[in-house]
T-cell receptor, first 115, second 111 residues
Framework: DVKVTQSSRYLVKRTGEKVFLECVQDMDHENMFWYRQDPGLGLRLIYFSYDVKMKEKGDIPEGYSVSREKKERFSLILESASTNQTSMYLC??????????????FGSGTRLTVV | GQQLNQSPQSMFIQEGEDVSMNCTSS?????WLWYKQDPGEGPVLLIA?????ELTSNGRLTAQFGITRKDSFLNISASIPSDVGIYFCAGPHGATNKLIFGTGTLLAVQP
């Protein structure tokens, strides 16, 4: 069964901490994405990557960075967590070199609370 | 940035009822997608639409690509309790064709 695995289902962090959210896919997909989900706002794209060591900003990149050192792993980094980053974070992957396959596979999400 | 607005924001219905929801955009899309998110899980693709006017079914679900290419509709017939979840529309946007998701419609079905 192909999968996108997010390392934590629930996280509680303190304001100002550096936070790492990890995502691993086992489908050999080129494309990987990080979204955050908030009630009434849907899913908003934070960062995405079409290749190893490649990254592009999505619609709401402020306060976040990413790392893709290996094809199967895409990490989201909150450099200094703030309470307005409390949210559900969803990782996704898809095949294809330029994102033209829209069958995204999502992980189960990480619910992050910043206190 | 580009936003997809979904209506209604939430629906509370009785089992067996039919459901209709829609998604609108300020700009034209060439592909419309509908995803469902079960509680505690990530979204899963239900239906993909590629042509204006296209009507596509997946079991009790039927989706339509609006003629103006700025909207799409999803209907669920004879709802059952497992239809509970959040339904998202989505479409590829921009030079890199990354997916933009709608604001979501929360569906609750009472047995």
């Amino acid at each position: 069964d192909v999968k996108v695995t997010q390392s934590s289902r629930y996280l509680v962090k303190r304001t100002g901490e550096k936070v790492f959210l990890e995502c691993v896919q086992d489908m050999d997909h080129e494309n990987m994405f990080w979204y955050r989900q908030d009630p009434g706002l849907g899913l908003r794209l934070i960062y995405f990557s079409y290749d190893v060591k490649m990254k592009e900003k999505g619609d709401i990149p402020e306060g976040y960075s990413v790392s893709r050192e290996k094809k199967e792993r895409f990490s989201l980094i909150l450099e200094s967590a703030s309470t307005n980053q409390t949210s559900m974070y969803l990782c996704a992957s898809s095949p294809g070199g330029q994102g033209r396959n829209y069958g995204y596979t999502f992980g189960s999400g990480t619910r992050l609370t910043v206190v | 940035g580009q936003q997809l607005n979904q209506s209604p924001q939430s629906m509370f219905i009785q089992e067996g009822e039919d459901v209709s929801m829609n998604c609108t955009s300020s700009s034209i899309f060439n592909t419309w997608l509908w995803y469902k998110q079960d509680p505690g899980e990530g979204p899963v693709l239900l239906i993909a639409l590629y042509k204006a006017g296209e009507l596509t079914s997946n079991g009790r679900l039927t989706a339509q690509f609006g003629i103006t290419r700025k909207d799409s509709f999803l209907n669920i017939s004879a709802s059952i309790p497992s239809d509970v979840g959040i339904y998202f529309c989505a479409g590829p946007h921009g030079a890199t064709n990354k997916l933009i998701f709608g604001t979501g419609t929360l569906l609750a079905v009472q047995p």
